[in-house]
């Protein structure tokens, strides 16, 4: 016996009110940062004597006092607008336009709400950038003919000691911070878009004794014949390809890690000491923070397809092979950002292995408080680590390899079964 079941795609005004309010609470921190920038003197002198620093750190990128503010203030904008827009949603979606156009609208304003997560993130980021500098020029002895340097250094020094700091996160826990934004961002509006689509299921009762039963239940469960084995196997296949990878961003990210405290010293220790010239070969960023971002992208999706399945949801093809090509391209960014970083990290580990730089280290007593000697053994020799050396190009080919393997298989049963699905649902049901 088939029956026949239609699920409405009616957007409610309770979930409207809803998703509003989940994004308006990921707005707090935000405020509080901007109430940061308005209240932290030192930021304010930053402003004034940006010259003059720059000219003292010229192996230091200093960001400019508008830069971060301009980032803020126009995430800020765009945020509170797509905000607005979402109140309206019910009225744009219950209408009666293509479901094409729908999904078009849904993904816009996910997209913006994403690329403004970023832009804050980067305004954050630089906001890292400029308190490194205030910590370190409060800590550190500057002698100077330079008037006005000789100011703004008694100026950051006086707020430091009256404990006017300021410090927000750090340059790496800004983007994992972002990386959660965009996960429940990216998580929420999946879900949402899933939702709208008038999913037509024909349910088959079929008479099974208990023990074929059981049997046919357990081997349907290894094959790709329908969309929850499908998606199983997707996530099986993106996880063991993202674990391996996953483990590598971990470990560049841990404040007291050997790899970590190699990083900071390459990129924040000889800059700040005006010695980049040492070592000048690369960006920080691509190294440490793109690996992350690209992650946070991948979580959301493998999460997304992991609470579908978990929770028995509907699925149809169509949104299947939307997270099906999505998760494909994350993979692809992934492990080549990843073996990027990893090949870039071996010419830093080069670098510090290939030249006693000890006595830089213990050159600033702050900087080694803060970012300490983690990479070094004690007779001063640098650390190997877990992917040194032709490790990396074993590590990015055998993850590379895997996952390209496994999703031929599984896109194109995917493939067939959506022109199937495609071909019934042009058919009525019975």
Known sequence: MDIKLEISNKVKKASIF???FIFILLLIPSFLFISILIINDSFNQYRIYYDTLQDYFQSYDLPKYNTIITLVWFSIALYMFIILIIFFIPRILNKKISIKLKHLIIFIIALLLVICFIVFSVGEYNYSRFYQMYAFVANTDIYTDNNSLEKIVSI???NYSNRLIYGWTTDTMTWWLCLIKVIITI?????????????KQKINYVKKDFGQEKLSSALSKLTLNNKKNISFWILLSALAVFIPHFIYVVAISLTNSSLNSMLSWTFIGLELLNKKDLFDNTSQFAIKSLPIIISGFMIATICVLSVLYIKKDAINYKF????FIILFIEVILLIGVNFFSMHELNNIYN?????????IIKSNN?????????FLNSDGTVKDFFLYGI????????TFSLFITSYIIIGTKLLKNYKESQNESKNDYI
């Open 391 to 398: 490790k990396y190009v074993s590590h990015g080919i055998i």
């Open 18 to 20: 809803k998703m509003a």
């Open 156 to 158: 950051f020094k006086k």
């Open 351 to 359: 670098f510090w292995k290939s030249n006693d730089q000890s006595e």
């Open 366 to 374: 702050y900087l080694y408080q803060i970012y300490g000697s983690a």
């Open 187 to 199: 998580i929420y509006f999946s879900f949402f878009s899933n939702k709208l689509e008038i999913r």
């Open 320 to 323: 299947l092979m939307i997270q």
